[in-house]
């Protein structure tokens, strides 16, 4: 029976935590309406809909079945495939692309700027590492933040050595 006087508290507390969150959230909600920042003509530039999103081409860059150039022929593939990097960066075709660091068979990711799989599939066979089987790429219709173009324009303000 001593139990009960705590019990009774703890849903009295329980209750009163609950009242005071709906009326934090219902304020900050109010708040918020009216300082969104939505700009109908920076999200027309973008391609965005109503939500600030748009289908992009997501990549994972896969160990391909020719990993046996020598060190030096590796080197000038990768010294390529970074050059195709930054030339679909600059035509605003490739948002985003980097490795991961784990030395497992997916090597890395892009995030292409256009629509289909098939656009996506063309600008991946101008890489030379692709066009050496060094490379594979698996390609996927991605669907994200319209805003993702903008981030090379950031990048090169945030990168002391160029890729």
Known sequence: MKW???LIFLTILSSSCHISTEASYTVTTNSSDTTSGYDSA???????DD????????????AGPNR????????????????????????????????????????GIYIFNVSTVEEARELTETDPA??????VMELHSWYGSAALIDLNKWHTKAAKTPI
Request: proline fraction near 3%.
């Open 4 to 6: 009960i006087p705590t």
């Open 42 to 48: 920076y999200a027309q530039k973008l391609g965005a």
């Open 51 to 62: 939500y600030g999103m748009k289908t992009y081409v997501f990549a994972y860059l896969k």
């Open 68 to 107: 046996s150039q020598d060190s030096a022929e590796a080197i000038n593939l990768q010294r390529a495939h970074l050059n195709n990097i930054t030339r679909l960066a600059n035509e605003g075709k490739l948002v985003l692309a980097g490795p991961f660091l784990d030395d497992g068979e997916v090597r």
């Open 130 to 135: 692709i066009q050496a089987g060094r490379l």
